[in-house]
């Protein structure tokens, strides 16, 4: 769930292309994600989709004509600045060409390019094209044009296009225009003007070239602070191992396979980093050395010795306590099987962490792979608080406004007006 979009206002507006048909998931997603959509469909798009399946998705009317009456709060109004005013977001997704082109030269000339050129709030648009008429310089223009008013675009992708033809010019998938709606409406939040920086997925670690050592880690706890992150407006680094979750989309992905290259990248971004929360599962031992070749079959039993991996928290906490640059808040999560206590208490002060999330990896509803999680809080200074089973997504609000509070920003205004500058 994203309780960033519960109550918002999405305007919806469709152009007219074949990936018109994609956007009947997105107007879906917002509308379970209890967002209010109100759907405005230029006359070519209503060709490829008809305007009953909006409103059968999202219970809401859906306009074509300029001079149609709308729906209001049980009022009836007409025109495009009651639309414009009322939205939270203005998406145009499929973004054409034509309506790129309208947008940028102010034209309004049917009731999505009115409602557009009448509307001051955020506006993300997903353009979706032929590669020639998206690399063209007229186009080109127009989305600089756009974008240094302030819009948003997402996409458009490399794939196969409705001409057969495979290029840049695909539209993005729903899933991440959704994520990156989520972070655009979160822009100005409590963490406005931070660096989060989350660390997630299980480390591998190379036997030979097709075998690791692992562990059960999936990314879902980590994604979900990423998310919860980007949603309070931060700017959001995840520094993350192979994830057998969709990752999150309006966060800075940087990628690793071992403990090695996740120290790396997290040592590279600290002097930058305000909030640091390791969730990743890293791998404390590695082999010694991996085969360059892969190990063959032999009738004796094979030994793989093993070294210590290096402990980001532990090595960001040394250069916390020598008073090095570092970041404001350190959190670090505690996967334990048993003295699940004592254990998370001890990480806390031999990490020199702020706070440490503790779950028992054993409960199966708990830790590993499941979308539940049932954490205790230790605090330093001594706080503790045990947190009833939660989903992984609400854990991870309920953390991220614990770093709010901590912060200071409970009643953060926003520095960024919500209006775009024109
Ligand atoms: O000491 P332990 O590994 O159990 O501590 C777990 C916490 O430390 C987690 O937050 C994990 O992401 C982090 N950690 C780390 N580097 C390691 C091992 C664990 O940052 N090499």
């Given at each position: 769930m994203a309780?960033?979009?519960?109550g918002?206002?999405?305007?919806?507006?469709?152009?007219?292309?074949?990936?018109?048909?994609?956007?009947?998931?997105?107007?879906?997603?917002?509308?379970?994600?209890?967002?209010?959509?109100?759907?405005?469909?230029?006359?070519?798009?209503?060709?490829?989709?008809?305007?009953?399946?909006?409103?059968?998705?999202?219970?809401?009317?859906?306009?074509?004509?300029?001079?149609?009456?709308?729906?209001?709060a049980?009022?009836?109004?007409?025109?495009h600045?009651?639309?414009?005013?009322?939205?939270?977001?203005?998406?145009?997704?499929?973004?054409?060409?034509?309506?790129?082109?309208?947008?940028?030269?102010?034209?309004?000339?049917?009731?999505?390019?009115?409602?557009a050129?009448?509307?001051?709030?955020?506006?993300?648009l997903?353009?979706?094209?032929?590669?020639?008429?998206?690399?063209?310089?007229?186009?080109?223009?127009?989305?600089?044009?756009?974008?240094?008013?302030?819009?948003?675009?997402?996409?458009?992708?490399?794939?196969?296009?409705?001409?057969?033809?495979?290029?840049?010019?695909?539209?993005?998938?729903?899933?991440?225009?959704?994520?990156?709606?989520?972070?655009?409406?979160?822009r100005?939040?409590?963490?406005?003007?931070?660096?989060?920086?989350?660390?997630?997925?299980?480390?591998?670690?190379?036997?030979?070239p097709?075998?690791?050592?692992?562990?059960?880690?999936?990314g879902?706890?980590g994604?979900?602070?990423?998310r919860?992150?980007?949603?309070?407006?931060?700017?959001?680094?995840?520094?993350?191992?192979?994830?057998?979750?969709?990752?999150?989309?309006?966060?800075?992905?940087?990628?690793?396979?071992?403990?090695?290259?996740?120290?790396?990248?997290?040592?590279?971004q600290?002097?930058?980093?305000?909030?640091l929360?390791?969730?990743?599962?890293?791998?404390?031992?590695?082999?010694?050395?991996?085969?360059?070749?892969?190990?063959?079959?032999?009738?004796?039993?094979?030994?793989?010795?093993?070294?210590?991996?290096?402990?980001?928290?532990?090595?960001?906490g040394?250069?916390?306590?020598?008073?090095?640059?570092?970041?404001?808040?350190v959190?670090?999560?505690?996967?334990?099987t048993?003295?699940?206590?004592?254990?998370?208490?001890?990480k806390?002060?031999?990490?020199?962490?702020?706070?440490?999330?503790?779950?028992?990896?054993?409960?199966?509803?708990?830790?590993?792979a499941?979308?539940?999680?049932?954490?205790?809080?230790?605090?330093?200074?001594?706080?503790?608080e045990?947190?009833?089973?939660?989903?992984?997504?609400?854990?991870?609000?309920?953390?991220?406004?614990?770093?709010?509070?901590?912060?200071?920003?409970l009643?953060?205004k926003g520095?960024?007006?919500r209006?775009?500058?024109?």
């Amino acid at each position: 769930m994203a309780p960033i979009l519960s109550g918002k206002r999405i305007m919806l507006g469709i152009s007219g292309g074949i990936a018109a048909y994609k956007s009947v998931t997105l107007a879906s997603r917002f509308t379970q994600a209890n967002a209010l959509v109100d759907v405005i469909m230029t006359h070519s798009a209503a060709k490829f989709v008809a305007p009953v399946t909006f409103q059968s998705i999202t219970q809401r009317s859906v306009a074509t004509d300029t001079f149609e009456f709308w729906h209001d709060a049980g009022r009836l109004r007409i025109g495009h600045v009651a639309l414009a005013h009322a939205a939270d977001l203005f998406i145009i997704a499929p973004a054409t060409a034509h309506t790129i082109a309208r947008l940028a030269h102010g034209l309004s000339d049917d009731l999505l390019s009115i409602t557009a050129l009448s509307y001051k709030g955020p506006m993300l648009l997903a353009p979706a094209m032929e590669t020639n008429m998206w690399t063209h310089p007229a186009t080109m223009r127009n989305v600089q044009a756009l974008r240094d008013w302030g819009v948003d675009f997402i996409g458009p992708e490399e794939g196969r296009l409705a001409s057969g033809e495979v290029g840049e010019g695909r539209v993005a998938e729903p899933e991440d225009i959704f994520e990156v709606a989520c972070k655009v409406i979160g822009r100005g939040g409590p963490l406005d003007g931070l660096r989060v920086l989350i660390t997630a997925g299980g480390t591998r670690e190379p036997i030979d070239p097709v075998r690791f050592m692992g562990n059960h880690s999936t990314g879902k706890m980590g994604a979900a602070l990423a998310r919860a992150a980007r949603d309070l407006g931060a700017e959001t680094v995840l520094v993350h191992a192979p994830l057998s979750v969709h990752p999150p989309g309006g966060v800075s992905l940087m990628p690793v396979h071992t403990a090695q290259q996740m120290f790396g990248a997290v040592m590279e971004q600290l002097p930058r980093t305000d909030v640091l929360i390791g969730a990743a599962a890293v791998a404390d031992y590695r082999p010694t050395r991996s085969s360059n070749q892969k190990l063959k079959k032999s009738p004796e039993n094979q030994v793989i010795t093993l070294e210590r991996t290096p402990d980001i928290l532990q090595e960001v906490g040394t250069r916390r306590e020598e008073g090095g640059p570092g970041p404001r808040l350190v959190i670090g999560f505690a996967a334990e099987t048993n003295d699940l206590e004592a254990n998370a208490l001890d990480k806390l002060k031999r990490k020199n962490l702020d706070l440490v999330v503790l779950n028992d990896v054993t409960a199966p509803d708990s830790g590993f792979a499941v979308d539940t999680n049932r954490v205790t809080l230790f605090e330093r200074g001594g706080n503790r608080e045990a947190w009833p089973l939660m989903s992984k997504d609400e854990v991870a609000q309920a953390i991220l406004q614990r770093v709010v509070v901590r912060l200071g920003r409970l009643d953060w205004k926003g520095s960024q007006s919500r209006e775009r500058d024109r």
